[in-house]
């Protein structure tokens, strides 16, 4: 069952070069549990915030059914709180982000482990019914009014639960958030003006990522993936938009850090050394798929066609 939703706020980051030319601009992320707003799209969520944008990260669920994936967490203290050490860990990632956020309210669905997969449990965010999903994200999004705003594609980023529903549920409250007629209780109706899937997570990136640990000589934690990863051109080819990032990339590994109990510091996410991710693929990939106003791809900029305060970026 959905909580009345509470913002909760951060800071603003520190900037790297003094220019704000996103001032008065609203970007708006919806993610399915605590971490996901770390490990995908975060460090072009610190070049906006850095040059003035507000950034506000819906987060579904409270990751209560996650599994402690850093060997060095697992802890009986921990695994006792573990709902309240999620949200701490959400806390940090947020002041380090210099976002704004809130919990959409809605519990943890779990990885359903086996063959065949045992049944979601009872009350979780993949099982509650669409139309409160949609009408409490519905009501965030009118609240906040984003300019542009981001999810995953319909495959979830990867088939857990709750990154489908956080899919269908942000791709409806994008459609009905600017229709006076859905949800009359829930806000002035406001239309981000852009939709955007994920896509960092792509093969083509893997591979050149891959190929410059092998030039280096240095072993590649994407070996073993991409011999089973089957590739997609025609979904890699999906990408429209590319945001440069690599001088936020130290942000974005601060923000995963401060998950403790998901990101283990000794494993994948940090084997490949930052200052060959920077030269190999400075930026983060995502796909145009609504847009309000006239827009031309490829691009490099979320915000691309709108207009800032100070003219159209």
């Known amino acids: 069952m959905s909580q009345h939703p509470q913002p909760s706020s951060a800071p603003p980051a520190s900037h790297h070069d003094g220019s704000r ?23 072009s969520t610190a ?10 990260v819906v987060t579904c669920t409270g990751g209560e059914r996650g599994s402690i994936l850093n060997p060095k967490m697992e802890r009986p203290d921990i695994l006792a709180n573990i709902t309240e050490v999620r949200r701490q860990e959400m806390e940090r990632a947020r002041d380090i982000l210099g976002i704004t956020q809130h919990w959409l309210g809605f519990v943890d669905s779990g990885w359903p482990d086996g063959d065949p997969k045992p049944p979601l449990p ?112 025609e979904w890699d080819a999906r990408i429209t938009t590319k945001v440069e990032c690599g001088a936020y990339f130290g942000v974005r590994d601060q923000a995963l850090l401060a998950h403790a109990t998901q990101i283990d510091p000794d494993g994948h996410w940090f084997a490949i050394p930052r200052e060959l991710q920077v030269e190999v693929w400075p930026t983060e990939d995502y796909e145009l798929v609504v847009s309000h106003i006239a827009s031309t791809t490829p691009e490099d900029d979320l915000f691309a066609g709108i207009e800032a305060p100070g003219g159209t970026l």
């Open 122 to 233: 009872e009350g979780c965010f993949a099982l509650a019914p669409m139309e409160e999903s949609v009408e409490a994200l519905v009501r965030i999004i009118r609240q906040v009014r984003p300019h542009v705003l981001t999810t995953y594609d319909e495959r979830g980023g990867y088939p857990h639960p709750d990154h489908v529903r956080c899919h269908e549920v942000s791709v409806a409250a994008f459609e009905a958030a600017g229709d006076a007629g859905r949800f009359p209780d829930a806000g002035e109706p406001w239309q981000p003006l852009k939709l955007y899937y994920h896509h960092s997570f792509n093969r083509p990136r893997m591979e050149a990522l891959h190929a410059a640990m092998q030039a280096h000589g240095l072993e590649s934690p994407w070996e073993e993936r991409l011999k089973t990863w089957k590739p997609e051109p």
């Open 21 to 43: 030319p996103y001032e008065g601009l609203r970007l708006m992320h919806v993610h399915a549990h605590p971490d996901d707003e770390s490990s995908k799209g975060a460090a």
């Open 47 to 56: 070049r906006y915030v850095d040059q003035g944008a507000q950034v506000h």
